[in-house]
């Protein structure tokens, strides 16, 4: 399984929840690609932005791309909702982003926006997608403390071009 594309609606104890909002969509990063081009980066949305893993005894409502058994989460699926504008913005604006681990010691990208009085990360990679590159959102985890302390960041360009040039995944 892949990280997909093109989210379908999922159906959860007698509801619908629409994933339209997550189908994966391009922009530009203007000037940003070899010879000065636009570089093209395209986002995609894993199932963990609107799911958690399921522990023993939980519903399992979904499979994510390496097979784990999910359940819906409405507190994700909420701040999912907002993803697409947040990493759009990200994006357009050449944001600001660290490197973080993950919990398996393995390293992401971060991005840290506020939602309705909370902080909430958002871990994510690039990719090669020639004829750019692609933006995977990888997952969104409620946080609390200051998680920007001593961390170096660069801009969104800095990664999606080292991507780019480098043909390999950052980070």
């Known amino acids: 399984m ?46 963990h932005v609107f799911s958690d893993r399921a522990t023993h005894g939980q519903r399992r409502d979904l499979q994510d791309h390496s097979g784990t058994w999910r359940t819906f989460c409405p507190d994700r699926y909420a701040v999912s909702l907002l993803l697409p504008q947040v990493m759009k913005n ?14 398996n010691k393995g390293s ?16 994510f990679c690039f990719e090669p997608s020639p004829p750019g590159v692609l933006l995977t959102v990888l997952s969104v985890y409620a946080k609390t403390g200051n ?14 071009r080292k991507c780019l040039f480098s043909n390999e995944r950052v980070p």
């Open 90 to 103: 990200f994006v357009v604006a050449d944001g600001h982003a660290g490197i973080s681990q993950d919990f």
């Open 147 to 160: 998680m920007y302390a001593s961390k170096k960041f660069n801009r969104a360009s800095y990664y999606a």
């Open 2 to 47: 892949s990280i997909p594309l093109i989210h379908k609606p999922l159906f959860v104890e007698g509801e619908t929840h629409s994933l339209g909002h997550l189908d994966a969509k391009g922009y530009d990063m203007v000037g940003k690609s070899k010879d000065g081009c636009d570089l093209r980066v395209v986002l995609r949305f894993s199932t």
């Open 108 to 123: 992401n990208l971060i991005l840290i926006e506020p939602v309705e009085g909370e902080s909430w990360a958002v871990f």
